[in-house]
């Protein structure tokens, strides 16, 4: 199985790599692509530094699944993965959320009665479902609370944010900033994606005095450290 790991930052990829103590990030060779390089580590895993944000993400994503499709070595799976914030209580610093729901939060229009989604102006999506049963098994190896990640171009700064985001999105458990864009690649090019994250900070008002960002980026190479078996067994052509 060939997966692609696309995370925001080049720490939250060598988080990853950790999880490959047999590697790590000093093995993982460089491979150049449009606009990119690939970390690739041996077992079929390529982690990607995408970029920040949705559309960078979205980019660099697409981009690497064009040169694997061009080469005749596509991917299996995209995993957008990385650290983010979680809305409390349900989903407390320092655990870890997989989606089943990959939501765009703020793609649409703000009228006089509030806000639209794209969806509702009668264009595109606002909403990736990854694989059901592969988010099962990967809540079930790694501990992961399962909910909606929502994304958006622009981190929550604020309680009453906070508040308007989970009353339109009663399901979310995290927000980050990439999930979206790299669920739009992989779904343009038929590729089944899976987002995971792990909290390190609560959405709302910005403290970095509260923020564990060290202590999120190991509970993100721990949970890679499980997925590894979760793979073997899951069969790609699952939707």
């Given amino acids: 199985m060939r997966v692609l790991v696309a995370t925001a930052v080049p720490v939250e990829r060598d988080a990853v790599a950790r999880a490959f103590p047999e590697t790590g990030p000093e093995a993982a060779v460089q491979v150049p692509r449009p606009g990119t390089v690939l970390h690739r ?22 981009a690497a699944l064009t040169a694997a499709a061009l080469d005749s070595a596509p991917y299996d799976l995209v995993v957008s993965a990385g650290i983010g914030g979680g809305f409390a209580p349900d989903a407390p610093v320092g655990s870890l959320v997989v989606a089943d729901e990959i939501t765009a939060a703020d793609l649409g229009a703000e009228t006089a009665d509030g806000f639209l989604p794209v969806t509702d102006l009668g264009f595109g999506t606002v909403t990736h479902h990854p694989p059901a049963g592969l988010v099962s098994a990967v ?31 009663p399901r979310a458990l995290a927000e980050a900033m990439e999930g979206f864009g790299v669920a739009e ?55």
């Fill in 41 to 62: 580590l041996p077992g079929g895993w390529d982690l990607l530094a995408a970029g920040v944000g949705p559309a960078l993400a979205a980019a660099s994503t697409a």
């Fill in 139 to 169: 809540a079930a190896a790694t501990g992961a609370r399962t909910g909606t990640v929502l994304t958006g171009s622009t981190v929550t700064g604020t309680a009453e944010r906070a508040a308007l985001l989970r009353a339109r999105h």
């Fill in 185 to 239: 690649a992989a779904t343009a090019h038929g590729v089944p994606v899976l987002e995971l994250r792990a909290v390190s900070n609560p959405v709302g008002p910005r403290d970095r005095a509260a923020w564990r960002i060290a202590e999120a980026l190991t509970a993100l190479t721990d949970a890679f450290g499980k997925l590894t078996p979760v793979l073997r067994s899951w069969n790609p052509h699952e939707r």
